[in-house]
């Protein structure tokens, strides 16, 4: 677990629920993790009809690991645990980081090699230039106040440590609504929203790139009649049943049929940024 310098300790009677709980302790290794629901909100591996949205994800994942190599990393906001769980295969030391309970219960019982923390983004329980490295995927969207999110990352980080985000591109996932089609999101961001967001003193914006479909995928869409992504929601949305086609293309799909490009990106479906700590 973390040691004291690392973590702040609770106040009693101050917050409630406390700054944080550790979590990793709770778990013997002989619990059997119970698996996440799929309930929208997030990601999870291992389920066929998911498997489109997770390499997705993973894919940003892959391409972040390089920042993260012997570092001590926050994952803020881990979900299901396997991003921080790739990230400690190449990082010094992992903390991962979520408000719910039950899915920072299953991190714990999951993922045994990460130190796993129930606390509040937006009161991060951490010292103040503790990480080198603060990863936070498909998070960001989610939260109600994104700016005192991006400051407590400021706070935590060491100078020359690295804020890594990735986020829906609010252009294309959710085009000309006025506000986010997924009900789980609270706010959504543009290729310049983004950047503002990350403008603040204490941080550089090093990285802007975007995620888009590669050749493979590109042809998957052609396919399906024009959207890989299309084909699924309209599925979702009515209820209906998986065709052969569609469920074989969505679980053919792999993280590196995506491509990572910095022109363009208000075409891109997600933003991926590095912000460096100044």
């Known amino acids: 677990m973390w040691n004291t310098f690392e973590l702040i300790p609770n106040t009693p009677g101050h917050e409630s629920p406390p700054r944080y709980q550790p979590v990793t302790s709770h778990y013997p290794d002989r619990v059997t993790p119970a698996p996440l629901p799929l309930t929208g909100e997030r990601t999870v591996p291992g389920i066929d009809v998911e498997n489109y949205w997770f390499r997705r994800h993973e894919a940003a994942y892959l391409d972040l690991l390089r920042y993260c190599a012997d570092a001590v990393v926050l994952e803020a906001g881990c979900g299901e645990g396997y991003g921080a769980r790739l990230i400690a295969r190449r990082a010094a030391r992992v903390v991962a980081l979520d408000y719910d309970a039950f899915t920072a219960a299953h991190v714990g019982a999951a993922y045994p090699e990460l130190d796993v923390v129930r606390g509040n983004l937006a009161s991060l329980p951490l010292r103040t230039a503790s990480v080198d490295v603060v990863a936070n995927l498909q998070v960001v969207e989610h939260l109600w106040d994104q700016e005192q999110f991006v400051a407590e990352c400021v706070r935590v980080l060491r100078p020359g440590g690295r804020l890594l985000m990735t986020t829906p591109n609010r252009l294309t996932f959710s085009?000309?609504?006025?506000?986010?089609?997924?009900?789980?999101?609270?706010?959504?961001?543009?290729?310049?929203?983004?950047?503002?967001?990350?403008?603040?003193?204490?941080?550089?914006?090093?990285?802007?790139?975007?995620?888009?479909?590669?050749?493979?995928?590109?042809?998957?869409?052609?396919?399906?009649?024009?959207?890989i992504i299309d084909a699924q929601v309209d599925v979702v949305l009515s209820g209906g049943q998986w065709s052969p086609e569609l469920l074989a293309a969505v679980t053919s799909?792999?993280?590196?049929?995506?491509?990572?490009?910095?022109?363009?990106?208000?075409?891109?479906?997600?933003?991926?940024a590095v912000a460096v700590r100044t």
Do not use: I
């Open 253 to 272: 799909v792999r993280s590196d049929d995506f491509d990572l490009t910095t022109d363009d990106l208000d075409t891109s479906l997600d933003l991926v």
């Open 175 to 227: 085009p000309g609504l006025d506000k986010p089609h997924n009900p789980f999101h609270t706010r959504e961001l543009a290729p310049d929203e983004l950047r503002e967001l990350l403008t603040v003193d204490g941080l550089r914006v090093e990285v802007l790139a975007g995620l888009r479909h590669g050749a493979r995928l590109r042809e998957l869409d052609a396919a399906l009649g024009g959207s």
